[in-house]
């Protein structure tokens, strides 16, 4: 038995040298986590522990607002022409025989035709279009009431008391660009009553995926917002106006978070809510396990915006480092005040949720790995025994 004793010794004396480090885990230790520097030497992270008093700086962030950024001016505005338009005129004259009307002829009852229509031209770029009689006549951003007097007092005094019509026959300009996720994209002409976005998305054969995983991206000019459409249909406020050149791209998008480590689900997880908070995505991830997990190791990766991580630590060494910052926010379930804090943390698209294992974890797995180790030399022992 005296070899058995040193072979027992010489394992202990190893997997004390190699420690728990070298024991399987599905993630650092929350003392590990908590001894990463934050010197921005490497990719270190800043470690925030929440509280009452960062919720308030975390969740004051500005949220993407197609109100807020864009406004909601009403559209309900009176048509204006815009270059790349098509246009129809119409002229009527008084009498026969003028510039646009036919001669009169032998039969009575037929006075000849006192109108004629000039086929649609597209509005050119110098906002132009042309009218016999009348030569080039500017219209980009008048009304058709406007142009119907300018061309009329052009004529004055060469045709027969002139009635003009201009019909917008395809209002180019005041159209919505409609593209991705939707049944039928294209261009989509305004009313003039004006449309807002739920509106013109339904014209265009409404949308191919699930309204939760659908995100909407408006571009207006130079500028570009997403917000996803979950938010647009619970908030009526969002559901703006649209203008002539705005483009909508509907982009399937799912909003998810990451569960990882002990907890009784680990995948990418959707959200399937117009939001949700920090309690909601550890039950959504099946809880913390009650044989692993270490309440007061609960930990939510995320990748903060320099000015946020200004308002929660302002003397971060990690600041000046790029626009956005590696944060891990912490906090303890064994606290009775735990649940609450994480109710006030709302999650965001892409955050990673990780729940370390307890300290005891690891000594099970070692006394786990020492019994397996060992357990085939004390069977040969105990056998050779019986031999003698």
Do not use: H
């Amino acid at each position: 038995m005296g070899s058995v004793r040193v072979g027992l010794i010489a394992i202990l004396s190893v997997m004390a040298l190699t420690g728990c480090s070298n024991l399987p885990a599905s993630g650092p230790s929350a003392a590990d986590i908590i001894a990463q520097p934050a010197d921005g030497e490497r990719f270190g992270f800043e470690l925030v522990d929440l509280t009452p008093a960062s919720l308030v700086a975390i969740n004051g962030r500005a949220i993407d607002s197609f109100n807020g950024s864009f406004g909601d001016r009403s559209g309900a505005t009176e048509t204006r022409i815009g270059i790349g338009d098509f246009i129809a005129v119409t002229i009527w004259e008084a009498g026969a025989g003028g510039l646009f009307s036919a001669p009169l002829t032998t039969d009575r009852f037929t006075p000849g035709s006192r109108t004629a229509t000039i086929p649609e031209q597209a509005v050119a770029r110098d906002g132009t279009v042309s009218v016999p009689y009348a030569g080039r006549i500017s219209v980009a951003g008048k009304t058709t009431a406007q142009v119907e007097a300018a061309i009329q007092d052009r004529l004055a005094g060469k045709a027969i008391q002139p009635q003009i019509l201009v019909t917008l026959s395809r209002p180019i300009s005041s159209t919505v660009a409609v593209t991705g996720e939707v049944a039928a994209g294209g261009r989509i002409p305004l009313s003039n009553k004006g449309d807002r976005i739920l509106e013109v998305i339904a014209a265009a054969g409404g949308i191919r995926a699930p309204v939760n995983e659908t995100e909407i991206r408006l571009t207006r000019g130079s500028r570009t917002l997403a917000v996803p459409m979950i938010t647009i249909v619970n908030n009526p406020r969002e559901n703006i106006y649209l203008r002539g050149g705005d483009t909508l791209t509907l982009v399937r998008n799912p909003r998810t978070f990451i569960a990882a480590g002990a907890t009784g689900q680990n995948a990418e997880i959707p959200f399937n809510a117009d939001a949700m908070n920090l309690a909601q995505a550890i039950a959504k991830s099946g809880g913390l396990l009650d044989f692993r997990a270490n309440p007061e190791g609960v930990f939510l990766y995320r990748f903060e915006s320099a000015e946020m991580l200004r308002r929660i630590k302002p003397d971060s060494p990690l600041l000046g480092q790029g626009r956005l910052i590696p944060v891990v926010y912490r906090v303890n379930l064994r606290d009775p005040n735990g649940l609450f804090v994480a109710q006030g943390l709302r999650m965001q698209r892409g955050d990673i949720l990780y729940v370390s294992n307890a300290p005891l974890t690891d000594m099970q797995k070692a006394l786990s790995i020492f019994q397996s180790l060992t357990s085939p030399v004390v069977q040969g022992a105990s056998i050779a025994s019986g031999f003698k």
